[in-house]
């Protein structure tokens, strides 16, 4: 069920980035489009002909979604659990990566079993204590890997990769660090004998940051819908939000307006309604703090969101039933950006466009409209 508002994304302004992208990795762009590409939906064709020769995503699901889409670039999945099917990624050629001995062992049986080889990039953690072998475990996990090779020969491991954990503050000295923790991995795994060609650790903000973290192929996320985490790089932004505006109500002084009357009129003033609140994506917590654009103007939303439903103080602007109000967009037109709500939300950019709903519409303009 569709709420009305509508989230258009601009894929001219994605290509752009990506092209950017593209230069600064030296041509060797992993694209990553996790995340239904972080909400702006099927983008794999804007990217491959932008200059990706890579495409990233967590899942194994999301990977086979991309093989559909773009058949015969390389495709890595790098977050499954062990007992994913890792068989049907042998088959349809989607890379995977491979974070413990568990895994490792899941995969190569599976390969087996599908009758072809797995190809893997092994995945060390660099002191993110997120995802990626703990190093302690590396040499190991390298060791078994060269075994695999040599007897079944069921795994090939065309990879090894790494992810900065403090990429965004480029002047970290975390961020050296990381980078000789994984040229002793490479070093690693090469004396075990394995033979790694794609070696990869930046993502956005490294790519536009760290020349030393380059190495064979950059991931890049965010960078492409213009979002970039180190501040350093003017980018595209390509969403931008509407909604219509349901109805508009004149009210009195000392009005309280949404659950707990939080907020209160001053003045008589008009109350415009839009059909968007925090299920679909607009964080409750930019209550009192947040604004939209009606008429050209920037106006504050007012009161506590609701589910569905926000209010927009509009004063004495003869704003009607039927008008559009932008909630926010690449801010070349004074509205809100993405930016903006991020910070009204005390979250990232990141959290903003990905948590778009469900009921909002989707709309692709430029090159994808054009190429569909
Ligand atoms: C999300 C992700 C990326 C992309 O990071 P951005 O900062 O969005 O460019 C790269 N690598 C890994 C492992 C990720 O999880």
Same mark, same amino acid.
């Given at each position: 069920m569709s709420t009305a508002a509508e989230l258009t994304v601009d894929a001219d302004a994605v290509a752009r980035n990506t092209r950017l992208f593209a230069e600064r990795a030296h041509g060797h762009l992993m694209a990553v489009l996790k995340a239904d590409a972080f909400g702006h939906g099927d983008l794999a064709r804007v990217a491959t002909d932008n200059g990706a020769s890579w495409l990233g995503t967590t899942s194994l699901a999301d990977a086979h979604d991309l093989r559909e889409r773009a058949p015969g670039t390389p495709i890595l999945s790098w977050?499954?659990?062990? #007992? $994913?099917d890792w068989g049907g990624a042998v088959v349809a050629g989607i890379d995977v990566a491979v974070p413990t001995a568990e895994h490792l062992h899941a995969v190569s049986r599976a390969a087996a079993a599908a009758g072809g080889i797995a190809r893997i990039h092994l995945h060390i953690d660099l002191g993110i204590n997120r995802d990626g072998a703990a190093r302690s475990d590396w040499a190991a996990l390298c060791e078994l890997a060269a075994l695999h090779e040599r007897t *079944?020969? +069921?795994? +090939?491991?065309v990879g090894i990769m790494g992810h900065l954990s403090? =990429? #965004? =503050?480029? *002047? *970290?000295p975390e961020n050296a660090r990381e980078r000789m923790l994984f040229d002793n991995a490479v070093r690693v795994a090469r004396a075990r004998g394995l033979r790694p060609v794609v070696r990869h650790l930046a993502a956005s903000a490294a790519t536009l940051?760290? @020349?030393? $973290?380059?190495?064979?192929l950059s991931r890049v996320g965010a960078g492409l819908y213009g979002i970039d985490p180190s501040r350093t790089t003017s980018l595209h932004s390509a969403l931008t939000l509407t909604a219509p505006i349901v109805s508009v109500k004149r009210v009195g002084a000392g009005a309280g307006v949404g659950y707990a009357h939080t907020w209160s009129t001053s003045r008589p003033t008009s109350l415009a309604l839009l059909p968007v609140g925090y299920g679909d994506g607009? @964080?409750?917590? =930019?209550s009192g703090r947040a604004w939209v654009q009606v008429r050209g103007r920037r106006r504050p939303v007012v009161g506590l969101f609701s589910m569905d439903q926000v209010v927009v103080d509009v004063g004495d602007d003869p704003v009607m039933a039927g008008e559009t109000a932008t909630v926010?967009?690449?801010?070349?037109?004074?509205e809100p950006t993405v930016r903006e709500w991020a910070d009204w939300s005390g979250t990232i950019d990141h959290a903003i466009v990905v948590g778009i709903g469900a009921r909002v519409t989707r709309r692709t303009v430029g090159l994808a409209e054009v190429s569909a």
């Open positions: 977050l499954n659990p062990v #007992d $994913a *079944s020969g +069921r795994v +090939r491991v403090s =990429a #965004d =503050a480029p *002047s *970290s940051t760290q @020349p030393e $973290a380059l190495y064979d607009l @964080p409750r917590t =930019a926010f967009g690449p801010g070349d037109h004074g």
